[in-house]
């Protein structure tokens, strides 16, 4: 018997599906340059971009628990979907790309590791939205409470050392808005998303931004352009795509 494969210090299983867990995590961090998933990518981001520490951190849409809630009703699409489709729907619209087909690889593999990091763990399926059990947790306050302004001079303060003055980032950090960013399509392109998100997420590793101060965030960061999401540039050619899991336009 050989030595028990692991990743991130969990187990993994053994053989084929184990190899193709390690590849879904690879796809999860390399994104916008692997070569299995970047043709379905328009912009600059990677999952891990936003499902922090490739999905295991416990708050920043985590990916721990998630593949308990599916299949799940989604208000969105008007259906309920599966995993996979969640998965590809991310790939339209945080990464302003195209919608890989259905049981293509990179769609199998990124399915793989995620249904991997809830094992062991309860089925619940999702009934009201297609959010897992530790999905991020809205703010109080409503949009109607941010100041674009005062949020411009947090950004200056906290954030643009790392994502620029001009919100395209570096090697390290990515962009927050404009060409290379998520789409206005994404679940972050609004504003109490965002701000639950940046309340719990940013800056890393010292999350510390009170209600208020990720609301006014938020609604700075995105008062800038970015691109459009209309729903036919991101669907594949039809013979590619097998059925979208939707019976209308968002
Ligand atoms: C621009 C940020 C961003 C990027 C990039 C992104 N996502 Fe997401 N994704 C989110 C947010 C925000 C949610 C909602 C999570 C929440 O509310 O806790 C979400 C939700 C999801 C969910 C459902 C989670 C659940 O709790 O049911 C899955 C699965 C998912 N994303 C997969 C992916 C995959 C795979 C990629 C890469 C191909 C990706 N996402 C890229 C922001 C992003
Ligand atoms: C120390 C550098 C650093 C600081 C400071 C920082 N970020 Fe980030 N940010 C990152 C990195 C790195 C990621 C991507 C996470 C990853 O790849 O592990 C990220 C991701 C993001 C994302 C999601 C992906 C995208 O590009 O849209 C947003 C939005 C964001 N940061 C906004 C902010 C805001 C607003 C602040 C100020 C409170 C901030 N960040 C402070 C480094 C930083």
């Known amino acids: 018997m050989g030595e028990e494969a692991t ?20 796809l999860v961090e390399q994104t916008a340059t692997h070569l299995l998933t970047k043709a379905y990518v328009g912009n600059r981001l990677n999952c891990t971009s936003c ?16 593949a308990t809630a599916y299949p799940a009703w989604a208000p969105r699409e008007g259906r309920v979907i599966t995993l996979e489709d969640r998965i590809l729907n991310c790939f339209m619209r945080s990464e302003n790309g195209v919608r890989p087909p259905l049981g293509s690889r990179p769609s199998v593999a990124i399915a793989a590791y995620i249904t991997w990091l809830s094992e062991g763990q309860p089925l619940r399926m999702n009934a009201e939205r297609s959010l897992g059990p530790n999905a991020v947790a809205p703010l109080k306050a409503g949009a109607a409470q941010a100041d674009a302004r005062s949020g411009a001079v947090l950004y200056a303060d906290r954030c643009a050392y790392c994502h620029g003055e001009d919100g395209q980032g570096d090697d390290d950090s990515p962009p927050v808005w404009g060409a290379e960013s998520y789409n206005d399509g994404a679940g972050l392109a609004r504003v109490p998303k965002l701000a639950a ?27 800038h352009q970015r691109p459009r999401f209309r729903l036919e540039d991101h669907l594949p050619k039809p013979d590619r795509m097998g059925e979208y899991n939707s019976r209308r336009d968002p």
Request: charge should be negative; avoid cysteine; charged fraction near 15%.
């Open 7 to 26: 990743l991130a210090g969990r187990p993994l299983p053994p053989g084929p599906l184990g190899e193709t867990v390690k590849l879904g995590a690879m």
């Open 51 to 66: 499902h922090l520490d490739n999905g295991m951190h416990g708050a920043a849409a985590t990916f721990l628990g998630v």
């Open 197 to 223: 998100w940046l309340k719990v997420a940013m800056p890393p590793d010292e999350a510390d931004l009170t209600e208020q101060e990720s609301l006014d965030l938020a609604a700075f960061v995105n008062s």
